[in-house]
């Protein structure tokens, strides 16, 4: 019985983790497209853009496959050469595939039926 | 390449931890719950190991959350008999009064050469020696021997001999080990008359074991026991 009392609290403390990852990632997610959007609107620079991301990007590295984040930094890397290039990719193009792998995040932190098989 | 190095260090802790949580077992000694416990944590402590891509939390998480479920599941299985069959099934009797019984044989899918393999570990060389044999839990072989082929025990012959008594290590590599003192209830002050009595010092041993009685083996630092 002394056993279960440790085990019980870290699976608490797990479930409170992972509830909390949840809402962290699902949140860090929405801000992300805000901030493209922003960027879009010129409300914010692509320096700024790419250093929210990157101070996001750490804190999710704590619960999302790393590769997905990766693959987002090279996109808003190709966001923001718009600034300075003339022959960089199409905005929308880009803007769908991070979105598109944000999706993806979110719906691996969901608790979904597909998950299962 | 650093973080493998720390991945590797915080994944040790933390199976350690979880091993320790699940409590002492030799492999041999698993229920088949446990044993496929065991083999998950092993899986699952490795994919973030190999794969640095993969958060680190997933297989903590993951470990503990396995942990937790076999700590749930042994007591539940403590506490109730049916959950200790489902989960861990039930030893079958396999030979009964020296007959073999072949149905239950073949209901644990045991051929007659497992058998006599498991009798021999058990040093039984003649099937006719036994009296019962069970087949227990974790794959281990009980057997009983019928009377006549029983070693003499002192029991049989009435011998009226001492109680045992336990011997612990009191010096270890030079140091008093307090807790087996206090164990054996027996005082500092006693230890030091024994070892004046031997002209030696705790310093001088590599180990010293002792009973209630004060019967004691010493084995002095680069020597032979005494």
């Known amino acids: ?117 | 390449m650093i973080s493998t190095v720390l991945r590797t260090v915080i994944l040790y802790l933390v199976v350690t931890v979880a091993i320790r949580l699940m409590g002492k077992r030799q492999i041999g000694d698993m229920q088949p719950n446990e044993l496929v416990i065991t083999l998950l944590i092993s899986e699952i402590a490795a994919i973030p190991l190999q794969d640095t891509e993969q958060p680190m939390f997933i297989g903590v998480a993951a470990i503990f959350v396995l942990v937790f479920l076999e700590i749930v599941i042994s007591i539940l299985a403590m506490k109730s008999f049916c959950m200790r069959k489902l989960l861990n099934g039930k030893s079958i009797v396999v030979i009964k009064n020296g007959i073999i019984d072949q149905q239950a044989m073949r209901n644990v899918r045991m051929t007659v050469v497992d058998l006599i393999e498991q009798l021999r570990a058990q040093n039984v060389f003649n099937l006719a020696d036994v009296a019962f044999a069970v087949l227990e839990v974790n794959g281990n072989l009980s057997v009983l021997l019928k009377k006549d082929a029983q070693p003499v025990t002192v029991k049989d012959v009435e011998l009226n001999l001492p109680d045992d008594a336990l011997p612990l290590p009191v010096i270890s590599d030079g140091k008093i080990i307090y807790e087996s003192l206090r164990a054996l209830e027996i005082s500092t002050q006693k230890l030091n008359k024994i070892l004046k009595h031997k002209c030696t010092t705790p310093k001088q041993i590599f180990l010293m074991t002792l009973d209630r009685d004060g019967n004691h083996t010493i084995i002095k630092k680069g020597g032979a026991s005494k």
């Open chain 1, 1 to 117: 019985m002394k056993r279960l009392i440790p085990a019980t609290l870290i699976f608490i403390f797990i479930i409170a983790v992972c509830i909390g990852a949840h809402m962290y990632v699902d949140n860090a997610c929405d801000q992300t497209i805000n901030d493209i959007e922003n960027y879009y609107n010129q409300s914010i620079t692509g320096d700024e853009l790419e250093e929210k991301w990157q101070e996001r990007k750490e804190n999710m590295a704590l619960f999302v496959n790393h590769n997905f984040l990766d693959k987002i930094s090279v996109y808003i890397g190709q966001l923001t050469l718009t600034e300075e290039e003339d022959n960089s990719p199409e905005f929308d193009t880009v803007y769908k595939n991070i979105e598109s792998i944000l999706e993806l995040i979110k719906a691996e932190q969901k608790f979904a039926l597909h998950s299962f098989y």
